[in-house]
């Protein structure tokens, strides 16, 4: 059976209005009334989990059944870089759209794949899809799903390109500000600018890490001032992300930040200040038990090579394996699409996905 019971033009369709509802962080609800009427119309057996007053988790659950496996994915999306470009677009094997690798196609597979596992065993299905929303932003869906939901294992449907990542790397998110005093342009010999301050802090920061850190990836995801006109700003704002292997601890990368922040911070001449907005360690599954074997022999049988490493980018997997749930990722698109302008997926690694999914469930069914 596999994948051949998944029904591509049936998962184009749901792909393809998926993308068409614009679903930034916070404002998933369109996205959300839709999958629940979809899920409805479908017979399948779906909750709505409150996130705040106007959002919800949407959970594809059996009823009565000890769930031993979730597929987990994020309705979300970032903002859009164009609102007038940002909906499906079809062209051969390629769509393109927002969403469409981050996560909206293994989205759309993970819900494919239930509808069929639904329809053939019903009630005795033990296995779930649970579709969170703030992923993006806040990570609040993922925060309200395991105060009242838990099992074994988790697959989340990030793009890895079918790749299984079993672990991720940890997150550390870092803000920078700096202070000084408003004078007018021509006095700017007089004054340390704070936005030069913050400069040779960063430069301070990510030179340590070239020399000691190298393994760590950074970005320098904001930087900007006051809007200070012909004049020295009294401010500047920056904030950076670093992502390590799980190998190196972030309580490790924090001390050592903090204190090359704070060496930095008593060269410049102005007030600085430094802190972690969000701290998420790294994590490595062992390569054992029913559910890894599982997904080996699915991979061997699709032509996928069996090279496990961790997922190099901050998800909800953090989360979910804070809670205990032991949780790896596999899921249709690329990493290098999502975020971008031009972001698409190839709509036959979507089905593919789909087919992977329902055999994964079908082997924990039984």
């Given at each position: 059976?596999?994948?051949s019971?998944?029904q591509?033009?049936?998962?184009?369709?749901?792909l393809h209005r998926?993308?068409?509802i614009?679903?930034?962080?916070?404002?998933?609800e369109?996205?959300?009334?839709?999958?629940?009427g979809?899920c409805?119309?479908?017979?399948?057996p779906?909750?709505?989990?409150?996130?705040?007053d106007?959002r919800?988790?949407?959970?594809?659950m059996?009823?009565h059944?000890?769930?031993e496996l979730?597929?987990?994915?994020?309705l979300?999306?970032v903002?859009?870089?164009?609102l007038?470009r940002?909906?499906f677009?079809?062209?051969g094997?390629?769509i393109?759209?927002?969403?469409?690798?981050d996560m909206?196609?293994?989205?759309?597979a993970m819900?494919?794949?239930?509808?069929v596992?639904?329809e053939?065993?019903?009630?005795?299905?033990k296995t779930?899809?649970?579709?969170?929303?703030?992923?993006?932003?806040?990570?609040?869906?993922?925060r309200?799903?395991?105060?009242?939901f838990?099992s074994?294992w988790?697959?989340?449907?990030?793009?890895?390109q079918?790749?299984?990542?079993?672990?991720q790397?940890?997150?550390?998110e870092?803000?920078?500000?700096?202070?000084g005093?408003?004078?007018?342009?021509?006095l700017a010999?007089q004054?340390?600018?704070?936005i030069?301050?913050?400069?040779?802090?960063?430069s301070?920061?990510?030179?340590?890490?070239?020399?000691n850190r190298?393994?760590v990836v950074?970005?320098?995801?904001d930087l900007?001032?006051?809007?200070a006109?012909f004049a020295?700003?009294?401010?500047?704002e920056?904030?950076?992300?670093?992502?390590?292997?799980?190998?190196?601890?972030?309580g490790?990368?924090l001390?050592?930040l903090?204190?090359?922040?704070?060496?930095l911070?008593?060269?410049?001449?102005?007030e600085?200040?430094?802190?972690?907005t969000?701290?998420?360690?790294?994590?490595?599954l062992v390569e054992r038990?029913p559910?890894?074997?599982?997904?080996?022999?699915i991979?061997q049988?699709?032509g996928?090579?069996?090279e496990?490493?961790p997922?190099?980018s901050?998800?909800?997997?953090?989360v979910l394996?804070s809670?205990?749930?032991?949780?790896?990722?596999l899921?249709?698109?690329?990493?290098?699409?999502?975020?971008?302008?031009?972001?698409w997926?190839?709509f036959s690694?979507?089905?593919?996905a789909a087919?992977?999914?329902l055999?994964?469930?079908?082997?924990l069914?039984?």
């Open positions: 059976m596999g994948s019971s998944i591509p033009a049936r998962l184009k369709r749901l998926l993308v068409d614009y679903s930034p962080s916070g404002k998933e369109e996205l959300l009334d839709y999958l629940w979809y409805r119309r479908r017979g399948l779906v909750l709505r989990q409150e996130v705040d106007r919800y988790n949407l959970l594809l059996p009823p059944q000890r769930v979730a597929l987990v994915g994020h979300d999306t903002v859009a870089h164009d007038e940002f909906s677009e079809e062209k094997d390629r393109s759209g927002l969403g469409t690798a909206k196609g293994g989205c759309a819900v494919e794949a239930f509808t596992l639904w053939e065993l019903g009630a005795r299905a779930c899809v649970l579709l969170v929303v703030g992923e993006e932003e806040e990570g609040d869906g993922a309200a799903l395991v105060q009242e838990h074994p988790a697959l989340i449907g990030e793009p890895t079918l790749m299984p990542c079993l672990g790397y940890g997150y550390l870092m803000q920078l500000l700096t202070r005093r408003r004078v007018h342009a021509s010999h004054v340390q600018s704070p030069e301050a913050m400069l040779r802090i960063i301070g920061l990510t030179a340590y890490l070239g020399q190298p393994e950074y970005n320098i995801r900007f001032s006051a809007q006109g020295v700003p009294e401010r500047c920056a904030w950076l992300d670093f992502h390590m292997p799980p190998e190196l601890p972030a490790t990368l001390a050592e903090e204190e090359t922040a704070s060496r911070r008593q060269e410049v001449k102005v600085a200040l430094a802190r972690f969000t701290v998420h360690g790294g994590y490595r038990g559910v890894v074997d599982s997904l080996r022999e991979c049988r699709e996928i090579a069996w496990p490493g997922f190099p901050h998800s909800d997997a953090t394996w809670a205990g749930i032991q949780t790896f990722l899921g249709p698109g690329s990493l290098e699409q999502a975020h971008s302008p031009q972001e997926i190839s690694q979507v089905c593919r087919g992977i999914y055999e994964l469930m079908r082997a069914s039984c």
